[in-house]
């Protein structure tokens, strides 16, 4: 099977995860910012996380050095163009993209700059190329609440224009979601859809809590419902999209191997589950290698391939226009 001439759909992808090695090397240059090194293998080796990481935090010390280079509206729109380019050729029709405007104020910038440059960047490469897109905001579940409100009412306005959901990511502490319902609320009312990272590390519960108590109807891996019925049931229940991430929960031990990790159980037990990278750069990955692991690992076929697709569409916070669109090319 040609995995990359499949079209492709990717739910789950961090921005500043994703940034390519030589554009770091550009932006510090024009933004005057010493790195460790101007060697592009080196770069690289700084931003690709290894294969197993002592846990999620070693995984997610990656990012410092991308979003070192992210703090001006330039630079956040080339990055987010650049995804959005890498993405459509190979062939990714739709990608929802989320990053944390949060991070990006060091030097300044407002949430309505920041929001509307990565918005800016993906409408550029909608323009160039066959893919269609949106923003996910992600909150941070480890900083300061006091601006969380800010983010909402700054992405409100480019709701249906590029911004579509409203997500927490950031290190996962039990029980976490208690401490967001009134930010999840809020988000609700003003329009977004709402996707949680939960499950990730081995706590169930919070995927429950998710999706009863934050209203989630998408969630960031999940795939530790494998340990709680409750969670488990709820998913199947109210049809959850579980946004896996293979090749990064591997790397972050939520599973120890391919083999173990529970896509293909969720699939033939009709849960709805999508296929995503999670982050290209971080993971050193793409669509195409990740369809291609599962699909291998799993013993997949291609009905099974366009089964997933089609529950993609289902689960993207997209338009019913571009819902149509998409449909157009599952086989």
């Known amino acids: 099977m040609n995995y990359f ?3 492709k759909i990717d739910l789950h992808c961090h921005l500043d995860g994703s940034v ?7 932006l510090a240059q024009e933004q005057s910012i010493p790195l460790p090194s101007q060697d592009i293998n080196e770069i690289n080796s700084l931003m690709i996380a290894p294969e197993t990481c002592q846990n999620l935090e070693e995984y997610l010390m990656r990012f410092d050095l991308p979003l070192s280079v992210m703090q001006t509206e330039a630079g956040i729109e080339r990055i987010s163009f650049e995804l959005f380019e890498d993405a459509a050729k190979e062939n990714v029709k739709y990608f929802e993209v989320r990053f944390g405007p949060q991070l990006h104020q060091q030097q300044g910038l407002s949430f309505k700059q920041i929001i509307s440059s990565v918005v800016k960047g993906m409408q550029r490469a909608e323009a160039m190329y066959d893919i269609r897109g949106n923003y996910i905001l992600s909150i941070l579940r480890t900083f300061p609440k006091d601006n969380i409100n800010a983010v909402i009412d700054a992405g409100a306005e480019f709701l249906g224009k590029g911004v579509a959901a409203f997500d927490l990511a950031g290190a996962e502490l039990p029980g976490f979601c208690h401490e967001f319902i009134p930010y999840a609320k809020y988000a609700k009312e003003k329009g977004y859809h709402i996707t949680i990272h939960a499950g990730e590390q081995g706590v169930g519960q919070n995927v429950y809590d998710a999706v009863s108590l934050l209203n989630a109807e998408r969630v960031g891996h999940g795939i530790h419902i494998t340990g709680h019925q409750g969670a488990y049931d709820l998913v199947k229940q109210h049809n959850i999209g579980l946004e896996t991430c293979p090749s990064s929960n591997i790397q972050t031990k939520a599973v120890d191997k391919l083999s173990e990790h529970p896509v293909k159980a969720f699939y033939q037990d009709n849960l709805p589950i999508t296929i995503n990278t999670d982050n290209r750069t971080v993971s050193n990955t793409t669509m195409t290698d990740e369809v291609r692991k599962v699909m291998e690992e799993f013993n997949l076929s291609r009905e099974d391939y366009f ?17 149509q669109h998409l449909m157009q090319f599952a086989e």
Do not use: C
């Open 5 to 7: 001439n499949l079209p």
């Open 20 to 26: 390519r090695p030589q554009t770091i090397i550009d």
């Open 307 to 323: 089964n997933i697709y089609k529950i993609s569409i289902e689960q993207a916070f997209a338009s019913d226009e571009v819902k």
